[in-house]
């Protein structure tokens, strides 16, 4: 395999070598003379008594296309004016109101609306430019002093309708069947471009759940041309990676990666690297491993907080002045080496800490440190989770998506709850440390009590209530956040055997696969395929001073396979059960590769244990799926 | 030109139709097209996409959903449960 990219300069953190200096301020609104207000009451009480139509500019501070509008658009004299004198203009920036992109978002960024007074949605578009946009308004305004109170008719009957579907009776479940996940691969299969690698035409993005899918059902299932696409799309892939400070941009425009948007996230850096830490685990690919070195050297040089050890948000595509003003587009920076990248400054850092983002950086972490031997990354993971909890969660609030001032913003996300979840049990799996797994049963908790619902099953994108403006009226089960909620409460069920978790976790199944949206194929058939498969239990048993014992720990903890749960059980410490097994101890180290009802016979060897999952694998293969 | 009374094309996709023209429109039109997401697909039969867009290109709206055999009801409910409602009084009865 050969990778298609040349480092032309390898610096690193970790290796002690030079840190580049950063800005971490952005603010929205650069370059624009718009006075735009902020969601909430006070401009939404500005609209109803000036009676206004609302402008509002779902925007995101490393969207080069949101740059340029702030440069004509929102530059415009006219744009300005009529602003101004008939709408009340708001600004949202993505990242900080995930519940308002997920209720406003169109297309993409940023997402133009016009909204009547109270919030319901006239007209969307993109990037709009300043005739267009004068146009626009222009007739929005006339459409609006003409026909208002049609209009106004016509939201209330929007209100009538979600008031009926809340009073609709309970739906009927849908049985989970496990051929939804070889459906699910047929799928994949059928939008995978074998000639780029990655799934569908063009744009190329990141489809980290296909590829998890790809690797790990493929493993499982001994499907060579899945697992094949899986290690393609990563090999291809890496035409997205900086060349200079390492880190992947955001999506390429073409099929075969090239023409990146270059601005990077930090949770397509968390993504990328848990995928090409599994590749390296489950080939033994040094290029993998160097992959996910270079991720993680562009996170710790840019990306994380000096201060805090926190992991700011995003780094913009464009070198900009302080006015927004762009001084050097993407395209031409990235293609610089490290010293004229220096001379023409350097793209500015978004410095906010959001949860959902900073507990998947966490995730990948813990789950690299054991795979690439870095101990570092563990101790770092552990520090961010450890501060998240203390500072973000309240068990009656819910977790807050930042923290302005020492104060939380914005409780009860779903999507940071299932986040953080999923770190807070990597770190059990990892540490053993049973109160990482007392942290996740109780957000587990909050998180039912203020999201999930009763009627249903599943669970709500945020918590209702009175004072929710506008579409945030709505409730709204999200697909995607409920397909991983079932997966976190799934795995509470293995790390606690209590069966109210593996309950949950079926209702909120059910209830996705009962809605007649569309789901992200590769996520649900994970899913599906988790909760039919048994996940694979190794057991070492040995004294807690046994060399040989650690050996074989460390084996354990190094092979590849999705799900695995590694135990290590001390012969003085009483009976060694898991599961309906109970393990016998001959007076030396061993390791047992078991499912919760069944064993094969021990191996001794560290070098053995490989051999001896595929054995297992081979009869789960035949009494599965 | 007109944004808001233009009459809007009201159409049924399958899922490889929506993609492609998505593109097409993105590269026609120089329009800014986010992320589209990871691969969508449906366990019941057919996938459904409602494109609403301008003579110049903008996409204004767009339901999707999945189908059944006997599936109209649950696409109606599904514009209903999607509930982003696109107002213009004369376009309106092209939309339901």
Not at chain 1, 78 to 104: G, H, K, M, S
């Amino acid at each position: 395999m050969k990778f298609q990219v040349i480092f032309s300069c390898i610096f690193s953190l970790l290796l002690g070598l030079e840190q580049p200096a950063f800005s971490h301020q952005v603010e929205l609104g650069h370059g624009s003379d718009v006075q735009w207000l902020d969601w909430g009451s006070t401009a939404f009480a500005r609209a109803k008594a000036e009676d206004k139509l609302i402008l509002l500019d779902l925007t995101a501070v490393w969207c080069h296309a949101c740059h340029l509008m702030d440069q004509t658009t929102y530059a415009d004299q006219q744009v300005l004016t009529l602003l101004q004198e008939n709408f009340i203009a708001i600004r949202v920036d993505t990242d900080q109101r995930p519940d308002l992109e997920a209720r406003y978002r169109t297309g993409g960024w940023p997402t133009t609306s016009l909204l009547l007074p109270t919030g319901e949605i006239l007209f969307q578009a993109n990037s709009l430019e300043p005739e267009v946009m004068v146009k626009l308004l222009q007739e929005a305004k006339v459409l609006y002093d003409s026909e208002k109170e049609d209009l106004q008719q016509q939201a209330d009957q929007l209100w009538d309708r979600v008031k009926v579907h809340g009073q609709k009776n309970e739906s009927p479940r849908a049985p989970l069947r496990s051929s939804m996940a070889s459906h699910s691969v047929d799928m994949m299969k059928r939008e995978y471009d074998s000639v780029n690698g990655g799934f569908r035409n063009h744009p190329k993005f990141f489809e980290p759940e296909a590829i998890q899918m790809a690797l790990g059902y493929g493993f499982f299932e001994n499907d060579e041309e899945l697992i094949n696409m899986g290690l393609m799309t990563l090999e291809r892939q890496v035409a997205l990676l900086d060349p200079v400070w390492g880190g992947f941009y955001r999506y390429a425009e073409k099929a075969d990666w090239s023409q990146p948007h270059f601005e990077k996230m930090l949770t397509i850096q968390a993504q990328n690297l848990h995928n090409y830490v599994s590749a390296y685990q489950y080939t033994g690919n040094a290029e993998y491993k160097y992959i996910s070195k270079r991720i993680i050297d562009f996170v710790e040089k840019v990306l994380a907080d000096p201060q805090t050890g926190q992991f700011f948000e995003s780094q913009d595509a464009d070198v900009r002045d302080q006015d927004g003003q762009t001084l050097v587009a993407g395209a031409k920076y990235f293609s610089l080496n490290m010293i004229d990248r220096k001379a023409r400054g350097r793209p500015l850092v978004d410095g906010r800490i959001y949860t959902g983002s900073n507990a998947d950086m966490t995730w990948a972490y813990l789950y690299a440190a054991q795979a690439l031997e870095m101990p570092i990354l563990k101790k770092r993971a552990i520090q961010v989770l450890t501060r998240m909890v203390a500072e973000r969660f309240d068990p009656e609030k819910g977790l807050s998506h930042e923290e302005v001032n020492s104060s939380g913003k914005l409780h009860g996300i779903l999507s940071d709850h299932i986040r953080l979840g999923m770190a807070l049990l990597e770190a059990f799996r990892v540490t053993g440390d049973i109160q990482f797994l007392q942290n996740g049963e109780a957000l587990a908790q909050s998180t039912q009590l203020l999201l999930e619902d009763d009627k249903d099953g599943g669970f709500f994108d945020r918590p209702d209530s009175p004072e929710n403006l506008g579409l945030l009226k709505i409730p709204t089960k999200p697909a995607r956040e409920n397909i991983q909620a079932a997966r976190l409460y799934l795995e509470l069920f293995h790390l606690t055997n209590q069966d109210e978790y593996r309950l949950t976790a079926e209702r909120t199944l059910q209830s996705v696969v009962n809605t007649p949206q569309p789901l992200p194929i590769a996520l649900i058939g994970m899913a599906v395929d988790e909760w039919f498969r048994p996940p694979v239990h190794i057991a070492v048993i040995g004294m807690s001073d046994d060399e040989e014992s650690n050996v074989l720990l460390a084996e354990a903890h190094q092979l590849y396979c999705p799900g695995k749960m590694v135990k290590k059980f001390n012969p003085n410490n009483g009976t060694m059960k898991w599961g309906e097994i109970v393990f016998p101890y001959d007076g030396k180290p061993a390791a047992f590769l078991c499912t919760d009802k069944m064993c094969l016979a021990p191996v001794y060897q560290a070098e053995e244990l490989k051999g001896r999952l595929d054995e297992l694998l081979k009869a789960l293969r035949e009494t599965v799926l | 030109m007109s944004i808001l009374r233009i009459p809007i094309f009201f159409c049924i996709y399958t899922f490889n139709d929506h993609i492609s023209l998505i593109h097409r429109l993105v590269e026609l039109k120089g329009l800014r097209h986010g992320p589209n997401g990871p691969i969508y697909g449906c366990f019941l039969d057919t996938f459904f996409l409602f494109l609403i867009y301008t003579e110049v290109g903008a996409v204004i709206r767009s339901y999707q959903g999945c189908l059944s055999e006997s599936g109209r009801d649950k696409e109606s409910s599904l514009i209903s449960l999607t509930s982003k409602l696109f107002i213009n009084p004369r376009q309106r009865n092209e939309i339901s």
